[in-house]
């Protein structure tokens, strides 16, 4: 098995868009999803973890110059194959 843990891509969209290297807010969870076109709480449940990125989110994300749609998929996919695999072998 992979020791490679994926982070969700949450992960890294708050990092981009939500809080700054320090960990301070420099945009809220409201705004970018404004930003972005989806509701709040979509943005919200996709920052936790709690839901994947869309193919409608990476092509809004993409279209806001944040990445490859691809990327945000591809990230989306392995974080995906991992967890199950995960689970799989315990």
Same mark, same amino acid.
């Given at each position: &098995? %992979? /020791?490679?843990?994926?982070?969700?891509? #949450?992960?890294?969209? @708050?990092? *981009?868009?939500?809080?700054? !290297?320090? #960990?301070? @807010?420099?945009?809220?969870? @409201?705004? $970018?999803? %404004?930003?972005?076109? /989806?509701?709040?709480?979509?943005?919200?449940? /996709?920052?936790?973890?709690? &839901?994947? $990125? =869309?193919? %409608?989110?990476?092509?809004?994300?993409? =279209?806001?110059?944040? #990445?490859?749609?691809?990327? *945000?998929?591809? &990230?989306? &996919?392995?974080?995906?194959?991992?967890?199950? @695999?995960?689970? !799989?072998?315990?």
């Amino acid at each position: &098995m %992979e /020791i490679f843990n994926p982070s969700h891509p #949450g992960e890294v969209i @708050k990092a *981009w868009l939500i809080e700054d !290297e320090d #960990g301070n @807010k420099i945009n809220t969870v @409201k705004e $970018v999803a %404004e930003t972005l076109g /989806i509701h709040r709480t979509t943005l919200h449940r /996709i920052l936790s973890g709690a &839901m994947a $990125v =869309s193919t %409608e989110v990476a092509v809004a994300l993409e =279209s806001i110059e944040c #990445g490859d749609a691809k990327l *945000w998929l591809t &990230m989306q &996919m392995n974080y995906d194959l991992f967890q199950y @695999k995960s689970q !799989e072998v315990a």
